[in-house]
């Protein structure tokens, strides 16, 4: 059939900042060292099946826009599941991507049985491996899709009928199994419908056991089987419900610490996530690496003027700089990687537009970690903070964190030596200045 499906399109070449060639990177260079490193393997950037291969360009108002061969109606699933796989490593080569993601539901069709279901996402998964093999694209994160179908519509783990959560632990146990067939470096549990609609009919307090409950036994059954990888539960404030229980960094953490999984489970962390739930995005990385918890990016935007999820490509050097900033000072982006859980506009229905989008995406982001490369070289925030805080290394900030102070003792301290702290300027509009010269550098 369609092989090439993106007939015209070459390989995607870096050729500068001053190129007139739009299917060209003009910051993305692959090889290019940042801070010690290659730009790919700093980034590790992922493209997802899920919007880039299975989203038809269908809203709540209008039918699919996109004329794609592998989503024809009257298509056998499994012959369409082997195009879209063909097409989807064609796009991950010619973009010169490393990583990949899915869902189960993305990959392959459901059968009419769970086994059927089981055994044809494990043949196309045969088939996928093969294609790793061949390229050496690798899998950033798998996940089951538990929202999708009916039977998940009051919930996956925290539904009120318990076969709807052992059939959520099944396809989770053979999708985790299957990750790590595959040799991915994570795998990502997205709360999609674990939240509520109304508490009328809510069991809050019942919802989050079965909630921890689910968790514990994912991370039970990834250190029975030996994976490797990193859980990452993704948080998110609503959409598809009124209230998602992963509501945010630090919503997810109380829950990973009330349930003993705060040393198992790390977060992916979406940008759109981020400003729905009424946080900047390096508000949601910074609080999660303060706590040991972050995992990897999904890097899709959402749009200041509307308030829902509408998973744009990023194209905000200065909102990526300052996230990049936090996640490159502070030991890089490990295991995780940052992946495209983005969609096209609807509009855009030329397959050279999932180009575009992409270009754009690794541009941005490219761009950001030469700002922050910049940030962390010349350290004009590190060297603020550190000095802003300096007193709580010397004798009283270390007696009073080292338990050496009682409120009596400090009371004395206070009276005996008329304390009267002088207040010290913030100098936020300097550190802007900061972040602002070093932007757009080259
Ligand atoms: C939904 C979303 C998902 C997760 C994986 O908003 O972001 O694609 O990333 O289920
Ligand atoms: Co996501």
Known sequence: MDHPFFESIE??????????EPLAFRWYDAERQVLGRPMAEVLRFAVCYWHTFCWPGDDVFGDATFARPWMVSDG?????ARRKLGVAFELFEKLGVPFFCFHDRDIAPAGDSFAQTCDRLDTILDEAQAHMERSGIRLLWGTANLFGHPRFAAGAA???????FAYAAAQVKHCLEATHRLGGANYVLWGGREGYDTLLNT?????ADQLGRFMQLVVEHKHAIGFGGTILIEPKPHEP??????????AVFAFLQKYGLDKEIKLNIEVNHATLAGHSFQHEIAYAIANDIFGSVDANRGDPQNGWDTDQFPNSVE???LAVYEIMKNGGIGNGGFNFDAKLRRQSIDPVDLFHAHIGGMDTIARALLCAEALIDDNPLGRHVDARYAGWNESLGARILSREESLDTLYQRVRAENLDPTPVSGRQELLENEVARRLYRR
Do not use: C, S
């Open 11 to 20: 390989k995607i070449p870096f050729l500068g900042p001053d190129t007139d």
């Open 76 to 80: 056998e699933p499994m012959d369409m």
């Open 158 to 164: 925290t539904n009120p009928d318990p076969e709807v």
């Open 203 to 207: 069991d809050l307090r019942r919802e």
């Open 241 to 250: 419900t009124k209230h998602q229980y992963d509501r945010d960094v630090a």
């Open 319 to 321: 909102e990526m700089t």
